[in-house]
């Protein structure tokens, strides 16, 4: 069983700054690519950031330049860096992890945290 909990959301003011974390817990052999997505009101649900195990990173192009993701592997933890917040950015954030679960076979399954909501004020 594999766990993620992420933590950080908020209010915040336009302009202002916001730092997402989501931890793994449970019982698995490693914790390859994590991200984070997002989902707004009437909106899918849509990537923001990946990092793989090895800190090569992924953004979508409306958050390059803000949001700075990275990784701490000893802790099994991802991070979000949230600069120059803008209303547009108001959503609930998901974290989502690949994990190998299993070593012989090797298995490598993805899961989801429960969210955290990000509101951003104009």
């Known amino acids: 069983q594999v766990h993620l909990m992420e933590s950080g959301g908020g209010l915040v003011q336009a302009g202002g700054s916001l730092r997402l974390s989501c931890a793994a817990s449970?019982?698995?052999?490693?914790?390859?690519?994590m991200g984070w997505y997002r989902q707004a009101p009437g909106k899918q649900r849509e990537l923001v950031a990946t990092?793989?195990?090895?800190?090569?990173?992924d953004y979508a192009e409306s958050v390059k330049s803000r949001f700075t993701i990275s990784r701490d592997n000893a802790k099994n933890t991802v991070y979000l860096q949230m600069n120059s917040l803008k209303s547009e950015d108001t959503a609930v954030y998901y974290c989502?992890?690949?994990?190998?679960?299993?070593?012989?076979?090797?298995?490598?399954?993805?899961?989801w945290g429960q969210g955290t909501l990000v509101t951003v004020s104009s």
């Open positions: 449970g019982s698995f052999f490693g914790v390859n690519a």
């Open positions: 989502k992890a690949e994990v190998a679960v299993t070593a012989t076979p090797y298995r490598n399954l993805a899961f």
């Open positions: 990092i793989t195990n090895i800190g090569s990173t």
